[in-house]
Structures are given as C-alpha cells and as structure tokens.
C-alpha cells in the first residue's frame, strides 16, 4: 500500500457524533462530539441538523491540525434505506434525496451519508456509506413466514458483523469471501448471522430471537396479541416492553452487565437464572443458524459489548463449541469498519455499489 489516503468517518447517533480519521489503516484521532438537548431542540427535524453537525465536525478536523482538503474520501454511517447489498456505496443525489424524503424513518443515522456528501462535494472527492442497517442478501426462504402479509425482516448488526467476521478469517487463515462464520452481536440488543462466501445468508434479529439486556426478544405470538388487545397499553407502552424496557432491565431491574455478575457473585439466584436463559436462548439462535448452512462453519465470533463478559463468553461457548472454533473479539469497531471498507473502494479491492430510486 503505496498510496496515502486519509478517510473521515462519520457516525450519526440521536444525541452525539462519532468522527474518526484514519491514515490508511492507523487511526490519527477519535472523537465523539455530543449534543445538548438545549442545542438539539433548535431543530424541528433531524434532517435539519445537518448544517451544525457538518460545521463541527469541520471544527474537529481543525482541532487536529487536518483539514477538509486533506482528505482522499467520506464514509458515512448508512441510513435507513431500502433494502440494499452489503459492502460500499457512493453517495450520490438519489440517495441523498431519499433520506432526506418524508417517507423515510427519522433516524439520525440518516445524516451520515447525507453530511459525508456534503463534505467531500466541498473538495470535490467521493462520499460513501458502508454496510448500511438495512443490507438483505438473505436466500428467498429466510424471508417467508405463514402470514404472506408478514414476511421476516432483514436486520443484524451488519456493520460490525462483517468487521468481525473478517477479522477472524484473517485469523484463522482463511478469505472471508471463501469462509463461513457465524457472528453473535451481543450488546444492549443482539443479532445473530450466518455468513457464506461474503454474503449473510440469514440472520436471527433482536425480536425473533434471545432476549437481550434491553430487549425483549422472541415471544409467542398468541400471546402478545392478547396483550395488545388487553386495552391496558398505548403502542408506546407496548414498545416499551419489548424494547427499551425489556429483557435483563425487566427482570432484574438494570441492563448493566456488570452490575448482574456482581449479584450472582453475591449468590443472587434470580440474577443467575435470567443470565443463564438469556445465554439458554443466544446459544439456540446460534445453533438456528447453523442449520442454514449444514453445521459447515469455519468459525463462530462473539462480538459486542456483553462479550468483554469472561462469563457470558465461557457459558455460551459450552454450548456451541461444538458447532465450531469459537473467537471472542470483544467491542464494536463500527469507525474501522466505515474507513477500512472506503480504504478497499480506494484501493480497488472492492467496487462501490450505485444507489438509484426505483420509478
């Protein structure tokens, strides 16, 4: 690698914005500017916010003696898009136009492209976006339920997903376009994935499968009905029991890892009890996706959060080792894994995807 290429990479959340720049493959410096509820309720929308998260970030770069002009491209965190593959794609006026649409979901992960655009037209480079939320590359029977009216949704932790999933083949020794693996995202919600040949063939999301620290994962069907049509719950409310106020928070009060290991070290039997169902439920989402595959995996990873948990690991890997070797890289690298995927554009490893709006 000859060429020195310097990438920005932006990651949009509701309150604060990841910045992070990288040198090729060595990170100069990340940040993580926040957002005041003073400053943020200036704006009627998110898509209004553009300006201001654009001019901070510009006001970053300075902070660190860099500069716009200095830059070889933009990677965004991709929005809420159709259905789109994984992998790299360039921001063009299409996309642009459509997360700032009013159809669109407001999510502030919209403004990743969105703000990359806007920076790189200003020095008349490329903007990207990679492994957006909203990647489905999954075979034609994952997508089928027995209601035709519900077909299954397409979500994961695709942007660390990925990362990870190539990082143990660089591991084990063997191409991510050419292995299989399966990655468990384990953080406030999971997400389990079976990737094959560089696409991800299927995946368990955060509400059909393990209950999670705040999330309430997979439940029988008959049963939240009758609780929707009980005339107890608003729809908020009801989200709130399934997202947010779910899972570990719900039983034993909290959603902090750390805090539930402290009470079974303390010999707290309920905290232990809901642990062990939630790796109990983890361990069959991974065993799920096995299926999909015929039990022929090269690798299992653990990511995110709840596997820094030496506990969490050790009880889910009793379980599944024998599926396969499993690897803990523990965290999320989403800002790696936005500059290293535009460092692969850049470099001609990979070929960026064109977005276009269907007529």
């Given at each position: 690698m000859n060429?020195?290429?310097?990438?920005l990479a932006i990651n949009p959340g509701s309150t604060s914005t990841k910045v992070a720049l990288y040198c090729n493959e060595k990170l100069q410096f990340n940040d993580n500017v926040e957002h005041s509820t003073e400053e943020l309720s200036k704006f009627n929308s998110i898509a209004e916010q553009e300006e201001m998260r654009k001019n901070k970030i510009i006001e970053l770069l300075k902070e660190n003696n860099e500069s716009v002009e200095g830059l070889a491209?933009?990677?965004?965190r991709g929005g809420i898009l159709p259905p789109v593959q994984s992998g790299a794609y360039i921001v063009n006026e299409d996309m642009v136009r459509y997360l700032k649409g009013s159809d669109v979901y407001a999510h502030a992960s919209n403004l990743g492209a969105i703000i990359a655009k806007s920076i790189a037209d200003s020095n008349n480079i490329k903007a990207y976006i990679y492994d957006p939320v909203t990647v489905?590359?999954?075979?034609?029977?994952a997508k089928i339920t027995g209601i035709p009216e519900l077909p299954r949704r397409a979500f994961c932790h695709t942007l660390n997903s990925r990362a990870m999933a190539r990082r143990c083949a660089e591991k084990v020794g063997c191409s991510y376009i050419k292995g299989t693996?399966?990655?468990?995202?384990?953080?406030?919600?999971v997400s389990v994935s079976v990737h094959k040949n560089g696409r991800i063939l299927d995946s368990v999301s955060d509400d059909e499968g393990a209950f999670s620290p705040e999330r309430g994962g997979r439940v029988q069907s008959t049963a939240l009905i009758a609780l929707c049509c009980s005339g107890k719950y608003s729809q908020d409310t009801l989200k709130g029991l399934t997202r947010g106020n779910a899972g570990i928070r719900a039983h034993l009060g909290t959603a902090d890892m750390r805090e539930v290991e402290k009470r079974i070290q303390e010999q707290d039997t309920k905290a232990e009890l809901i642990l062990n169902a939630m790796v109990y439920q983890l361990s069959k989402s991974i065993g799920e996706m096995a299926t999909v595959v015929n039990g022929k995996i090269d690798a299992i990873v653990l990511t995110g959060g709840i596997a820094?948990?030496?506990?969490?690991v050790e009880k889910i890997t009793n379980k599944i080792s024998f599926l396969a070797p499993v690897y803990v890289f523990p965290g999320e690298c989403e800002m790696e894994a936005l500059a290293y995927g535009a460092l692969r554009v850049l470099n001609g490893e990979e070929q960026a995807h064109e977005f276009h709006i269907e007529k």
């Open positions: 060429n020195i290429s310097k990438i491209a933009v990677v965004g489905d590359e999954r075979i034609e029977v693996f399966i990655v468990a995202h384990l953080g406030g919600g820094h948990s030496t506990l969490v």
